[in-house]
């Protein structure tokens, strides 16, 4: 069956791997449309169009005109990559810059990022009003504050849609001050707390959360976890007032992209020669010594939530018992530092680079022995995902899709021959520390390490479990729609 065939379903997104990446959402975003394809659902996917996708495609089709778009002129573009059906939202005056999605140059929020992301989810609603040509949506499926919107368009525009919200990090709420519901068209009639009103600001994330038909989030920890103040971050009374049309669905990842016998960036690879062999690669690139204790890799945002101040308190017990780490990653300037300096207080054992670099990180899951995922919290999480995939046996706090994902290896689990990873109590150093104890322990046991490789690479990551999930939940909610008109 060819992609479009299925039941059309349009997606709005900031980001969509592999044209436009911050982060997980990315990956998720790219990978849905291939995953669902088989359930018979084919996405088009609403993106904006920043100036690097733009150029990424040069020939891209003029599919119609938005004119005023909030004020401002804009097109639609539809162009098709692989899996990826897109419609590109060209609006230069809000995309047409350099920078990341939502940053400046200096690191700061785009001033207008309400008027910029209230326009993409204003475009999705009037795409699934008017159609595209003869295409026309039966369902929109939102992702992250960026398309909370939606559903209030929707309303305003009297379409009669059924949407799904993904939460993918609730820790993004959308705010803006009250002052500008005018500019970007909101109706002031759900400026309440059952509506988009948030402690007096306005909250994209909120007009999704209460506007859309379903919500769910990306693994079923997380989903429990936000029902409770210290994860819902202010919003969980409202997920708890959801209750009902609330579940999570676990990540996949894309395992053609991700897939350690084909993976362009590495080398041929099979346990044990080819771990030993990007190992070796990756401590050269890195400047590491040759060491007989596990070489650990992070890939990782440096941000309060990926938990690595606390990795940072507990690296002196790990480096005494012989352990290694190469890190990648960046973000928080005071976290950058303060890597940089581990570094060059532990010369040979500690490297670290700071950017972003999709190939390296790559070379990092192929080479490492172990993924460090420390974090206060962790919706899904990709990066243990991948170290499953090429052996880099994950290290995980208790949280979120970190939980979902990984077997720690205690005796019953090492005994039933299913442990994949270490889990630790998230927030604590001293637990950390414990746990890296516990994998020095255990990769000096090379035969039980090796067990644990083997499971963790055996472990199922794609899309087989979680993609008739989705596929289920978008039929009732299109089946409902009907029977209710
Ligand atoms: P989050 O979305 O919170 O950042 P996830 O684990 O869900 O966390 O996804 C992170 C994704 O971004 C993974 O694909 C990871 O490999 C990638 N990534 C993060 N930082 C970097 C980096 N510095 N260089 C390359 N890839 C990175």
Known sequence: MSISDG????????????????GGLADVVG???????PQGWAIRTLLPGYRSVLAAFPRARVLADLPDLLGLPARLLGVSRGALDLLILDAPALYDRDGSPYLDENGQDWPDNDVRFAALSLAAARIARDGVGDWRPELVHLHDWQAGFVPIYLDQLGVNLPTVLTIHNIAFHGLTSADRMARLELSPARFNVNGFEYFGQVSALKAGLVGATAI??????????????DYGMGLDGVIRARAADMSGILNGIDT????PVRDPAIQWYRLPSGKAANARLLRQEYGLDDGAGPLSIVVSRLSDQKGLDLLLAALPDYLAAGGQLALLGSGDARLEQAWRAAADANPGQVGVRIGYDEALSHRMYAGGDAVLVPSRFEPCGLTQMYGL???????????????DTVIDANAAALAAGVATGILHASHSVSALAHALQRLCALHADTATFRRIQKNAMKHPVGWDASAPLYGALYSRLVDERTISQ
């Open 216 to 229: 769910n989030t990306v693994s079923p920890t997380y989903a429990q976890e936000l029902t409770t103040p």
């Open 31 to 37: 990978a849905l449309p291939m995953a669902l394809a």
């Open 7 to 22: 039941r059309p379903v349009l997606a709005v997104a900031s980001e969509c791997a592999p044209m436009v990446k911050t």
């Open 256 to 259: 053609d992209t991700w897939d």
């Open 389 to 403: 995939r090429y052996g880099a046996v994950p290290v995980v706090a208790r949280t979120g899709g970190l939980a």
